[in-house]
């Protein structure tokens, strides 16, 4: 069992307390951001592909919620934020991408329903939930 600092010292008899535990520490370092996609149009362009090279975000693969997405991003050294897409968007369903360094600064997301997006405070103390107007629709 891998417990948080807060128990330490102490003896975690309960995974399943432990786990939840680590998720809710995991959590409080993020600004959680519904119905935001922080992903620009044209980086990641499919569920099972690798986003583009240089974009500044990686494809994770799925996670099974906003929460798992942010241990994912928490476990990866450069890091800063995450798009999670819920089961209303279809073939992307759980699938987290997360957001490389300085690339959450130089863009502020936009509205879209079942996109949750979060940001590390840690790394980004300043992060928030404002958004930009949305992409236009494709030609």
Do not use: F
């Given at each position: 069992?891998?417990?948080p600092p807060?128990m330490?010292g102490?003896r975690?008899?309960?995974?399943?307390l432990?786990?939840?535990?680590?998720?809710q520490?995991v959590?409080?370092?993020?600004?959680?951001c519904?119905?935001?996609n922080?992903?620009?149009?044209?980086?990641c362009?499919?569920?099972?592909?690798?986003?583009v090279s240089g974009?500044?975000?990686?494809?994770a693969?799925?996670?099974?919620?906003?929460?798992?997405c942010?241990?994912?991003?928490?476990?990866?050294?450069?890091?800063?934020?995450?798009t999670?897409?819920d089961a209303?968007?279809?073939?992307?369903?759980n699938?987290?991408?997360?957001?490389?360094?300085?690339?959450?600064?130089?863009?502020g997301g936009h509205?879209q329903?079942g996109?949750h997006a979060?940001?590390?405070?840690?790394k980004i103390?300043?992060?928030?939930?404002?958004?930009q107007?949305p992409?236009?629709?494709?030609?």
């Amino acid at each position: 069992c891998h417990c948080p600092p807060a128990m330490m010292g102490r003896r975690c008899a309960l995974s399943a307390l432990c786990v939840c535990l680590l998720v809710q520490a995991v959590v409080a370092v993020y600004t959680e951001c519904d119905n935001v996609n922080h992903i620009r149009g044209a980086s990641c362009n499919g569920p099972t592909q690798p986003c583009v090279s240089g974009s500044g975000y990686t494809n994770a693969g799925k996670a099974a919620s906003l929460a798992a997405c942010e241990q994912l991003c928490s476990a990866a050294s450069d890091c800063e934020g995450v798009t999670w897409h819920d089961a209303s968007v279809g073939g992307w369903a759980n699938v987290c991408v997360l957001t490389a360094a300085s690339t959450w600064a130089g863009y502020g997301g936009h509205p879209q329903g079942g996109h949750h997006a979060a940001c590390n405070k840690d790394k980004i103390p300043t992060c928030s939930c404002s958004v930009q107007p949305p992409p236009p629709p494709p030609p």
